[in-house]
Each structure stands twice: as structure tokens, then as C-alpha cells.
């Protein structure tokens, strides 16, 4: 090669940059389906879904890289939500980018979040379409005015049933009835992690090309790793069992502690690196902090898929059947050797406490 001759592009990174989130989710969309071609309606709802939920995360990627520069976007707004919680600036923000990204597009019937006490509904001058979309619009807030990572969370669930008549059941369902869950983070590069049920994917944003493009397919969480990631400021608000399972941690050599204050960023390091995340009950709050249908239950899918489990501390937690929209979970999720030992942590304190005969029967 002469010094005038370009370089060539390795054919292999040409081809990564062209894989795009909608075109892989075209094909991802045509398998959930079993449907013959990329024209079949399934499939092409679920891409222009995704192809939104880009577009919401890129519009809130951009106010988020400028927020510390422009006014009026940081800080809280002054009001309470539905959880009791501090609403900030973003929080509204966010939440209104995406009901403005599905409000035209005859893909949703109805979108629920975070931030609003009951689902809102499409108008009935836009276009309705068969599908839910439930989403924590900034998870993490706390570390929005600090300029860490926050995330985006969201679930796709099939209508059943009709809001007028009052037979909507698809809200109160557990998690094996989602079609589609993910996340995007917003840390140094912005990056969309999916699944349909067959792999997680994950995407970064290339902003010289606004595209997504694909990083990762078919993503494994390791069986085991290093990193246990809890709130240990809670630690006398625990039960007993937890905090027996962290004075093991402190005591055994081999393990180390991340907590970033987001979910999605903890999760994310558990996605790549291997390692557990616990939010358990405390005694001000039995359930936790977290919500089961648009925090813990879409995470819980995403691990599912990528041969990680997640659980309550007592049972799968994609087999909770929540009983109202703002339902709260404990969440034990990550590697399937990090859960199994959370987990006999608690089992083994639930055996001590029951009576001997008790304990008996069940070691049967
Ligand atoms: P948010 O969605 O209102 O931000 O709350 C959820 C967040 C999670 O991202 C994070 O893991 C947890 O709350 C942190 O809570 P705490 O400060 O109690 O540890
Ligand atoms: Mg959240």
C-alpha cells in the first residue's frame, strides 16, 4: 500500500456498523412471530415500537448531555408522585418524551409509568394500536443533577381485554407475559439493551450517525461474578437473613461492592460482568423500593435471557402476579450462582425461624 492509497475498512466492521437496532429487531421481531416475512403486521408493530423507544432515548440522551449548560432542567420540580417520591425536572420530562413519541402512532392502546398514578390512555382522535408499553422514564434520578448514569426502562405487553369494558387484564399479569423488555442507559456513550424473548442485544449509539448499532447479540451473564451491589445504609432496616448474607460477603475473600444508585446501571455491569443487585424488603418498606412492572420485572426478563435469573428472594420473580399498577418487589438479580446464595441466605433463616416439627416436615 502506497501512502496515497486509503486504507481499507475491515469488512467485518463495515458490516457491524450497517446492523442497525431497526434492522435487527425486523429479524428478532419475524422469529418472535413465526411470521413468513418482514411485511407480516407483528413483526413490523414491534420494529416501529423499538424504532420509538430509539427515539425517545436519543431526545432524552440530548437533554441529558446539555442539562448542566441550559436552564430550567436540573433540580426538582416541587411536587410529590404517586410513589411519595420527589418529582425532578427530568422525571417530567422524560415521561412526557415518551407520550409524545406513541401518542400518534397507532402502536399503543395505553402507556403507564413511573410518574403517573394511573395509565394514560391514547385520545380518541389519535390512532389506537394492541400493544402496552409500561416505562420508568429516568430510573435513577437521584443521580441526574451529578451528571452519573441514569437509565430508561421499559416493557411491551399484548392488550387483553378492553379498558371500557373493564376487562383489561394485561396490566396485572406476571412477567412471563411480556413480549419485549430493555433498557437504555445514558453513561458515557448511550446504549439500548433488548430482548423479544430469543437473546439480549445491545446497542450504542453512534451520535455522528444518531443510529444504533449493534455491540453485543446474544448476551451471556456469567454464572458467578465478584460484585454484590446493595444499599448498605439500609442495613439495620434488613432482616436478619441479609444482613447475615453480608457479613458473609465482608467475611470471604473473592468478593467486592458496586452500588451506583441506578438499576439500570448496576444491571448493566451484571449484564457484562457477572455479580448479584439487591433491593430487598426493610422494615419501612416490606415490598422494597422498586416496581414490579416497569423496573424489576423487565430487568428480571432481560436476565432470564441471558442465562441470569432473577427472584423475590422467595420465588421467580417473573411468576409475581402484581395486584396493582405500582406494585413494589424485592429484587435479588444477576448471576445464577449469586442469586441461588442470596436466596439460601434467606431460605435458611425462614427454616430456623419455623418450629422443629415444621422444619421437619418440609426437610422431608
Ligand atoms: P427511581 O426510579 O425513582 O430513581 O428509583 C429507583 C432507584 C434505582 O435505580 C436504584 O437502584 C434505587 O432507586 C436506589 O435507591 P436507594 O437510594 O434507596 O438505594
Ligand atoms: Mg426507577
Given at each position: 500500500m502506497t501512502a496515497s492509497e486509503p486504507a481499507a475498512v475491515p469488512e467485518a466492521a463495515l458490516d457491524r456498523d450497517c446492523t442497525t437496532l431497526s434492522r435487527h429487531v425486523l429479524q428478532q421481531a419475524m422469529k418472535a412471530f413465526n411470521a413468513p416475512s418482514l411485511l407480516s403486521p407483528e413483526a413490523q408493530d414491534i420494529s416501529a415500537i423499538m424504532n420509538r423507544l430509539a427515539l425517545a432515548g436519543k431526545l432524552i440522551a440530548r437533554r441529558l448531555s446539555r442539562a448542566g449548560l441550559m436552564a430550567g432542567v436540573l433540580g426538582f420540580t416541587g411536587d410529590t408522585n404517586v410513589q411519595g417520591e420527589s418529582v425532578k425536572k427530568m422525571d417530567i420530562y422524560a415521561n412526557d418524551v415518551f407520550i409524545s413519541v406513541f401518542k400518534q402512532s397507532g402502536l399503543v392502546c395505553r402507556l403507564a409509568s413511573e410518574e403517573m398514578e394511573k395509565p394514560y390512555y391514547i385520545p380518541e382522535n389519535c390512532p389506537i394500536g394492541r400493544y402496552t408499553l409500561l416505562y420508568d422514564p429516568i430510573d435513577g434520578s437521584s443521580n441526574v443533577d451529578i451528571n452519573l448514569n441514569v437509565g430508561s426502562i421499559f416493557s411491551i405487553r399484548q392488550q387483553e381485554g378492553n379498558d371500557l369494558d373493564g376487562?383489561?387484564?394485561?396490566?396485572?399479569?406476571?412477567?412471563?407475559?411480556?413480549i419485549a423488555a430493555g433498557y437504555i442507559l445514558y453513561g458515557p456513550s448511550t446504549v439500548f439493551v433488548y430482548s423479544l424473548g430469543d437473546g439480549v442485544h445491545m446497542f450504542i449509539l453512534d451520535p455522528s450517525l444518531g443510529e444504533f448499532i449493534l455491540a453485543a447479540e446474544s448476551m451471556q451473564i456469567p454464572a458467578h461474578g465478584p460484585v454484590y451491589s446493595l444499599n448498605e445504609g439500609n442495613f439495620w432496616q434488613w432482616d436478619e437473613s441479609l444482613r447475615d448474607y453480608t457479613r458473609y460477603m465482608h467475611r470471604h475473600e473473592g468478593y467486592t461492592a458496586r452500588y451506583s444508585g441506578a438499576l439500570v446501571g448496576d444491571f448493566h455491569r451484571i449484564l457484562l460482568q457477572g455479580g448479584v443487585f439487591i433491593y430487598p424488603g426493610t422494615a419501612k418498606n416490606p415490598d422494597g423500593k422498586l416496581r414490579l412492572l416497569y423496573e424489576t420485572a423487565p430487568l428480571a426478563y432481560l436476565a432470564e435471557h441471558a442465562n441470569g435469573c432473577a427472584s423475590t428472594g422467595t420465588q421467580p420473580l417473573l411468576d409475581f402476579v402484581p395486584t396493582e399498577l405500582h406494585q413494589r418487589t424485592p429484587l435479588v438479580i444477576g448471576s445464577v450462582e449469586d442469586v441461588k446464595l442470596v436466596e439460601s441466605f434467606i431460605q435458611d433463616r425462614g427454616q430456623r425461624q419455623k418450629p422443629a416439627s415444621a422444619v421437619t416436615q418440609s426437610s422431608k
Open positions: 376487562s383489561a387484564r394485561d396490566l396485572l399479569q406476571n412477567g412471563r407475559k411480556q
